[in-house]
């Protein structure tokens, strides 16, 4: 059995002499350059900067940002860096994490896989990675649009600007019933989490504040080659609030520990955007969740493991934290990455060493 966790967490770090770290990142962010963002390169990046975040990309609106060109303040933490991005922008958006250039943007089509597809060979094509953004801003993009795209392996699955429809509606599905269709299909895709920032000079709910979405990526380097290939092998989870100690997987157990102090503190900020629901439940709930988004097991702790076995195809972990308020409760989340059972991880290796 070879799973996508083992192969990143262990396997991907043979060789290597550091011990790998988590990092906290932004993958989508926007600044004044982009037309409709209210801060310069340099105030956004030191708003993350002063938070303790790691790394951070600017990725603006069909704009190539050369991160070497933001003046970042002299004397700042080493371990902050800025990664190349842009987010290419038609009836589809694509960020293209860690490119050297302007990827092309004009290309328009009446099917959306292929104005996907398109953002994908562009991306890859200058030496990026695709992340497929907000599939469900404006019901942009569905399953359907997604399935016949080729190497496209990270979307987002949270993005926590205000009008993104991320938890569906009573007609239309949630992101994360689209990404169990995708796996259940037999993709592999990994859920990206960001906040989409655009606004600090103004803050409130209505707002696309940042601090609402992010990832933790488990990498040996803070660069942005290492971040981006243990993004590219699923080594990350993405996170609404909640914060993680452990994410391991083994040949036959998938093992989750929060961590709770670190939640606490992040449950403090002001800005995040919590998910209301209309129950009065209080507490941790960690879920294992597998083909068809069929929820495998409930654990209401902090701490759960998982026996995997062959009969599921992937298992997939959700974490959520609620909290009560006024008559209901409201709630944040972490989301870690499908372990595969399936085989499709070596079947993807093969056919993405053919297509080269």
């Not at 371990?79 to 009836?91: A, H, K, M, R, V």
């Not at 597998?290 to 972990?317: E, H, I, M, N, S």
Request: net charge neutral; charged share 25%; proline share 5%.
């Amino acid at each position: 059995m070879r799973t996508a966790l083992l192969s990143l967490a262990i396997l991907s770090f043979a060789g290597h002499s550091a011990e790998p770290q988590w990092y906290k990142g932004n993958t989508h962010t926007h600044t004044i350059l982009c037309g409709h963002a209210d801060s310069t390169p340099e105030v956004v990046a030191q708003w993350y900067l002063d938070r303790g975040y790691n790394f951070l990309c600017l990725s603006e609106h069909n704009q190539f940002l050369d991160p070497t060109k933001v003046a970042l303040p002299e004397g700042r933490r080493s371990d902050f860096i800025l990664i190349p991005s842009q987010e290419i922008t038609g009836s589809v958006h694509t960020t293209a994490l860690n490119v050297p250039r302007l990827i092309p943007f004009k290309f328009t089509s009446t099917k959306q896989f292929e104005v996907i597809q398109n953002h994908v060979d562009g991306t890859r094509e200058a030496g990026g990675t695709p992340i497929l953004n907000h599939p469900n801003f404006r019901w942009a993009v569905k399953a359907d649009d997604i399935l016949p795209v080729k190497r496209l392996h990270l979307f987002e699955l949270y993005n926590g600007h205000p009008t993104v429809n991320n938890w569906g509606d009573a007609t239309r599905p949630s992101v994360e019933k689209i990404w169990d269709k995708l796996l259940s299909d037999g993709l592999v895709v990994y859920g990206v989490s960001s906040d989409d920032m655009h606004a600090l000079k103004k803050w409130s709910q209505k707002d696309s504040n940042p601090g609402r979405g992010w990832v933790m990526v488990r990498s040996t380097a803070l660069t942005a080659d290492a971040i981006t290939e243990a993004m590219k092998k699923g080594d990350f989870y993405a996170s609404s609030g909640v914060i993680l100690k452990n994410v391991s997987l083994t040949a036959d157990q998938y093992s989750i520990e929060v961590d709770e102090a670190a939640t606490k503190k992040e449950l403090e900020s002001p800005v995040l955007i919590t998910r209301r629901v209309d129950t009065t439940s209080e507490g941790w709930r960690i879920e294992f969740i597998g083909k068809d988004g069929v929820v495998l097991k409930t654990v209401k702790d902090a701490k759960a493991d998982f026996a995997l076995t062959p009969d599921q195809p992937y298992v997939r972990c959700k974490i959520t934290y609620a909290r009560k308020v006024d008559a209901g409760s409201d709630e944040v989340y972490a989301w870690t990455q499908p372990a595969f059972t399936d085989g499709r991880l070596d079947k993807l290796e093969k056919l993405e060493k053919f297509e080269k």
